[in-house]
Each structure stands twice: as C-alpha cells, then as structure tokens.
C-alpha cells in the first residue's frame, strides 16, 4: 500500500464504515469505500459490547476493501465516540523567587501539574482515562493574567488548563478489535473532531456554529466561535432512543422498528407487521407525532449547547443518521429560539475538496467517516505508541508528537515528585530576636530515556523506554545551642564593692541547657552575656545608673574584664574625686558631708588589717581619724610605721 493511501474506520453503534482515501497536494480523493451494519446489537451508545462479533464485521469490510484495491491493509485511522470523552480544566499555582526568572521546564511542569489536577476533577481511579490533550487557558503572575511567565519574575506563578481524558476501556476495546482483524491502530481521533474537519472547515470557524452529530447511541456537540473550538459535549440519547420507542408503542422487532424509522422521511404512507403477525398501514406524520423521543433528544442537545455557548449560536447543522429523523431539526430550532432554516441536516454539499465520493458514502451519516480520514492525513490525530516507563507497558495517546512529560502523566507519576522541596527550618527566638535555620536543599528527580538522562520536554517513539526516580526531598534543619548563642565565659569581678561571679546561663523553653543541646524549632531561647557595662548593667537593673569602671567613668559597650570594678551612680548624684596613696578614685557623693570612713566603704580597699598594726592617716597633709570630713580632691594617706611587719612605710 502506497504511504499516502489512508484507511479509515468508523466503528458506530448500527454500522461500519471502511474507506480508503488518498491526499495529493491538490486533493483529497476516496478510492473505496464499504458500509456494513451489525446484525446483532453488539455496541450500545457507541461503546464495543461485543468484541468478537464487532471484530467479524471489521474482518470482512477489511477483506472488501482489500479485493478492491489489492492492496494488503494493516494500518487503520479510527474515532472514539463523543459520549466517552471527558473535559474539565485544573488550575495550579507555586511560589517563586524574584531573585531568577521563571524558566520554560518551570512553566512545562506547572501546566502538567494543572492536568493532573484536572484529572483528580473527575473524581474517577487511577488508570480509567487517559489524557489526550490539554490547552492553556490563562497565566497568572502574582494574580495578574498575563501572556507568557518564560522569563518573568515574581513572587507566585498560576496556569489553568483545559484537558481532555479518554476512558481506558475505550481504546482497549478499539484496540482488542482491530488485533482480531490483524489491523494496528495508527492514530486515533474522537468523532466530534473529526465530523468539524468536514462539516466545519478552519475557514468558517470564525462564525459562532454549532455541529450536532446523532448518530445510533450518541448525539455529539462541537461548538466554534472566533476560529476555535470553544467546547465539547454530549447526549447520551440518539437514533436508537427513537428506534426503542416505536419498538414499545407498536410492538415491533428492534431491526424492523429501524427499518420503519429509515421509511418515515420518505414515505407518507408506511406498512408494517407487528411480533403478533398484526399488520398495519399508518401514515408518516402520525408516527412522527408520536414519537416523544424526538421532543426530548431535540430540548436535551438545546440545552447542552445553551449550556457551552451562553446564547443561542448563529446556526446549528446536524449530521449523522439520527439527523434524518422527521421533525428533529425543526424542534431543536424552535428549543434554541433560532428560524428553522438556521438548523438544518447537512451532507455531500457539504463536503469541500474530496473527489472521488462513492455514491453509497453522501448521506449525513457519512460525514464522521470522511473526516476520520482527513484527520488521519492532516495529522491531527492523537499519536499512539507503546512505551514503558520503569519497566511497565503503556499505551501513549496524544495529538501530536508525545513528550516524556505526557508518557509520565500516563503512567500515574506525580507531577509534584519531579521537583522536591526544601527541608523544613528551625525557627527560634534567641533574646526576642527571631533566627531561621534553613533545611537541606532537595535532591532533583532524574529522568533517563534509553539510558541517557531526558527532559520533560523531549519526543518519545515507539519502544522508548523511560526511567524515573523522584526528586528527595531536603533534611530538615538540624542545630545546637552553641549554632545560636555565642560562647559565654565566667567572670568575677567587683560590682559596687561587693565582689560577684557571673555565671553564664542560657535557658530553652525555661529549662537551663548547654552549650550542645540539640534546638528545638519554634523554641524560646534566653541567655545573659557580660561582655559590656551595658550588659551588667541588665542583669543587675542598674541600666539607669552611671557606670564607672575601675574608678574611671564608662560608656554602656566598654567591655568587661575578669576583675574589673564597677561602679553604678545615679544620675542625680554627683561623683567626687579623691586621691589615695596617690591614687585617684570617684566616689559617689551622698548629699551630706563625708567622712574617711564613707571614702573607705566605696571603693575597693583592705583595710581589716588595721587594727592589728600601727598606721596613721592623713588628710591634705593634715593628721586624721575616720571621722575626718573628706571633700571634693582630698588627698589621702594611708601610712604604717615601722613596726609593721614586714611592711615598712607600705602604701595602698
């Protein structure tokens, strides 16, 4: 079979249609076609019931078209049916940094990530759909749409999709009756696309129109406006609703009720025999007045096109067999508010650039077929390739070329584990001051194709083999006391003439630790440092006092030494100076007169060897006891006599 030779099948719920069709660059022409309808009811609303009995019809119009032609066949374009499909959008969002700009594969997994949440909208198992396809919506950034986040900065970066999921049961059944008919399926397509390839062209989407295909199980709804597709939809009520109805009221066989349907739009005067062996004569219109299937196929299709549009659309054109019903378009014109020529059944005339059109292929039920074929040659069909994805088969649908990012999506991998998050911090107040510690940086997931390491966005073919190992995410923090608080020394030092041992004390939660306990995140954590006047000065709540330090007046960040003295003074009291033994020290005024003995218990002096020795002191050169008034400059001497022991003419 020459490469450009296309066969295309329509596997419907009362018929099979074969064709095979060939595209030059100037036209699209059918070379054979064949139509058979299945004896038995083997499908229902469109879905495979029977495989084996669907697979012998596929057989012989295979066998058909191949005497036909002499062409061996093994490859085969075919469609799903509308009421499968399933459409819904997701939205994802993440936060961001404003330090780098957003990058392709940040926006690539955010979107998968949307689909993927348009899958759990579905509220249906793992492994029941498939995705077929998705289209963007809109891009936010920090909550403002915009046009494209590839290189944007912010703080929070959203996507919505809109996504299309196929059930698995509905390709393993296509699938299982094509095996049987030693066919493969080359691409597949769902049968609302393919009725818009030919009844809607690319050249009137501009228009708000609508496509309403009945067929035997299912009515499908296309809905175009400003040269796109704006939404699918489907009611799972046709052809046969109509067919079981005359079945109930006339007491008819299923095939001759669908024989007496075909008759109503072209006789005025039917006959028919009933399973009693009664037989009637009745006329069309009386038939057709009857039927109340029509009524509610008609308002049902109104309503799921009010539903997808917001208004009544332009014009409606039906196609399908079940379009043929009498009376069916001028109703849903009449649901939709619309005149009655703006709904009508559409079939050859509407077929553009297709040559070659057999004389068994121009009703409307023909139209699905055709356009399965001309999908098929203009590639907008879903690929279809068996790859595997950690050692597991699956089977890959997508319009287009298939990306490493979908096969993941098939096979049920979370988006969420290509990218782990950081460690959990610590988080700690240290002396009313808040400190982070950050946890470990993730591990990213690694994807190999054939053993070499892929993107998401790379193309898969036929046997690919895919590995994955999802991203690790990083360690929470981890730290110590000594991570957060300095190290704190002892110190014994002189504090108004009482001598006193700073003891260094850090507490967490109010219990006391050291130095390597491990922190606990959300803890409150107290320590006392003196390393500074200002520091003692906290910790014994003299932060309103002077300071002096060893004699000499301090500022609060002098630091603080293994034995220094300190002397706290209010404010409102005035310092004096004094020289002792030719040593100059400030003591704190105490607003009355002073005596020797006040000098003496201000500053840091060992005097309790007095008593036991011989000395004299002096005021100004003046002899003097410690009742001696002392004023601002004094000079004071502290003298022993000889006698002292060992000590002669000793001096503090």
Not at 285 to 312: F, L
Not at 446 to 453: A, P, Q, S
Not at 569 to 598: C, W
Request: aromatic share 4%; net charge negative.
């Amino acid at each position: 079979m020459k490469e450009e030779t296309i066969f295309a099948l329509d596997i419907g719920t009362r018929s099979v249609v074969g064709l095979l069709a060939e595209k030059t660059e100037t036209s699209f022409c059918v070379r054979a076609c064949e139509v058979e309808e299945h004896s038995k009811r083997s499908m229902l609303d469109g879905q495979i019931h029977d495989v084996p009995e669907v697979a012998e019809v596929v057989k012989r119009i295979k066998k058909k078209l191949e005497n036909c032609t002499g062409e061996s066949l093994r490859k085969v374009s075919v469609a799903a049916a509308g009421r499968t499909l399933k459409t819904t959008k997701g939205r994802e969002s993440r936060d961001i940094s404003l330090l780098k700009e957003i990058s392709q594969e940040e926006v690539v997994l955010l979107q998968y990530e949307a689909v993927q949440n348009a899958f759990r909208n579905l509220q249906v198992r793992s492994g029941e759909y498939h995705c077929v396809g998705y289209s963007l919506v809109a891009n936010y950034l920090d909550g403002t749409e915009t046009y494209n986040l590839i290189g944007q900065r912010g703080l929070r970066m959203e996507v919505e999709v809109i996504a299309t999921f196929l059930p698995r049961v509905v390709v393993d059944s296509l699938q299982t009756v094509l095996e049987c008919a030693s066919l493969e399926m080359a691409s597949l397509t769902l049968e609302p696309i393919a009725a818009l390839e030919v009844a809607i062209p690319s050249s009137m989407r501009k228009l708000n129109l609508v496509l309403v295909d009945i067929g035997a199980g299912t009515s499908d709804i296309a809905v175009t406006s400003e040269g796109k597709v704006i939404g699918f939809d489907m009611v799972p009520a046709a052809g046969d609703e109509i067919t079981e109805e005359i079945c109930s009221k006339y007491l008819l066989d299923f095939h001759v009720a669908e024989k007496l349907k075909r008759q109503l739009g072209a006789k005025k005067q039917v006959q028919f025999t009933d399973i009693l062996g009664f037989k009637h004569s009745m006329s069309s219109s009386q038939i057709v007045d009857d039927v109340s299937a029509t009524r509610e196929i008609a308002k049902q299709v109104a309503e799921k096109i009010m539903s997808i549009n917001g208004k009544a659309p332009q014009a409606v054109l039906c196609v399908g067999g079940g379009s043929l019903m009498p009376g069916l378009t001028d109703k849903l014109a009449m649901h939709l508010g619309l005149p009655s020529n703006r709904v009508s059944v559409r079939g050859k005339e509407v077929i553009q650039g297709i040559s070659g059109i057999p004389k068994n292929l121009v009703g409307p039920q023909f139209i699905t077929p055709l356009g399965i074929a001309m999908t098929a040659s203009s590639h907008h069909t879903m690929a279809f390739a068996h790859v595997t994805v950690n050692s597991r088969k699956i089977r890959l649908l997508k319009a287009g070329n298939s990306t490493v990012a979908e096969a993941l999506l098939t096979a049920g991998v979370q988006m969420r584990h290509l990218h782990g998050k950081p460690g959990p911090g610590l988080t700690l107040k240290v002396n009313n001051k808040v400190i982070t510690l950050k946890g470990g940086l993730p591990q990213a997931a690694l994807i190999t194709k054939n053993g070499e390491k892929s993107g998401l966005d790379d193309l898969l073919c036929e046997g690919d083999c895919l590995e994955f190992i999802p991203a690790e995410n990083g360690k929470p923090a981890r730290g110590l006391i000594l991570d957060v608080v300095p190290r704190l020394a002892s110190r014994t030092v002189v504090i108004d003439g009482h001598r006193i041992e700073l003891k260094p004390t850090v507490l967490m939660n109010g219990i006391e630790v050291h130095e390597k306990t491990p922190l606990i995140d959300n803890a409150t954590i107290e320590y006392q440092k003196w390393d500074t006047i200002g520091d003692v000065a906290s910790l014994m709540g003299k932060s309103k006092l002077h300071a002096f330090l060893n004699g000499k007046k301090a500022d609060w960040d002098a630091a603080v030494n293994d034995g220094d003295c300190i002397d706290f003074v209010s404010q409102a009291r005035e310092q004096i100076a004094v020289v002792i033994n030719d040593k100059e020290h400030f003591v704190p005024y105490t607003g009355s007169e002073m005596i020797l003995l006040d000098i003496f218990s201000q500053i840091d002096l060992d005097v309790s060897n007095l008593s036991r020795q011989r000395y004299s002191m002096e005021i100004n050169g003046v002899e003097a006891a410690f009742t001696t008034p002392v004023q601002k400059g004094d000079k004071i001497l502290i003298k022993w006599h000889q006698e002292a022991i060992n000590n002669s003419n000793a001096v503090y």
